[in-house]
């Protein structure tokens, strides 16, 4: 599957080229997963990965966001997680003697939704606005999200203990589906090999910038 579309300009192929590229620098054994991603990324579609702990998923996220700079945050959802969690609290400030609103971790560029389906339905329920509407509702009072705004979630198999399915309104939030896979025990070896001094993610420098981005989103849509 390619993330370059023959209908994309010389130029926006080389863009994709060079981000694949750059995040296959750390994510060295899933070229196939780190297509998908960037092809739902490209579309501004959500992309749901479904696989046991420890097989990159966190670092294939950051990866893309270090690789174009945009801001990152991970929520780890856990049973005790609330939807004001997610979203953010009106807090009375003292100073001005009114209410302020606080926004919460979903406020960002890439979000990592980490292991979504061990919170409860209702605080999966949180991210539904945000992926389907583009802003959030807080007490009334509506707020956009960034134009590059991009979920990608994981999800723990269901035999795991303590997960809950995701509701079929969640599950229609997100473009894409899939599994990493495990690595291949010399893959393995030699990703280990890669992080004895330093983790290769603590080096990776930015290949695009934001305006790139919105180049090939823009021309994504025409086809």
């Known amino acids: 599957m390619s993330t370059e579309p023959a209908s994309l300009s010389h130029t926006e192929r080389d863009l994709t080229r060079r981000l694949r590229e750059n995040i296959e620098t750390v994510i060295r054994s899933s070229s196939n997963s780190v297509k998908l991603v960037l092809t739902a990324f490209f579309a501004g579609g959500n992309v749901l990965l479904e696989e ?4 990159g998923k966190t670092t294939l996220a950051k990866s893309l966001a270090a690789s174009i700079n945009a801001d990152f945050k991970l929520i780890q959802f856990e049973p ?6 997610i979203l953010g609290v009106s807090v009375f400030d003292q100073n001005s003697q009114a209410f302020k609103f606080r926004p919460g971790p979903i406020f960002t560029q890439i979000l ?8 409860s339905p209702r605080t999966q329920s949180a991210l539904l606005e945000a992926m389907g509407e583009d802003q959030v509702s807080v007490e009334g009072d509506r707020y956009p999200m960034d134009e590059l705004f991009f979920v990608i979630a994981t999800q723990n198999p269901m035999e795991f203990l303590g997960t809950y399915p995701l509701p079929e309104a969640q599950m229609d939030r997100f473009a894409m589906r899939f599994r990493l896979g495990y690595v291949s025990a010399e893959d393995e070896i030699e990703i280990l090999s890669a992080q004895a001094a330093q983790h290769p993610l603590d080096s990776l420098a ?18």
């Open 112 to 119: 990592l939704a980490d292991e979504i389906n061990s919170a």
């Open 80 to 85: 005790d997680l609330l939807p004001s969690d």
């Open 52 to 55: 046991v702990p420890g097989t």
């Open 206 to 223: 930015p290949c695009l910038d934001l305006d790139d981005i919105r180049a090939i989103r823009l021309a994504s849509r025409k086809f």
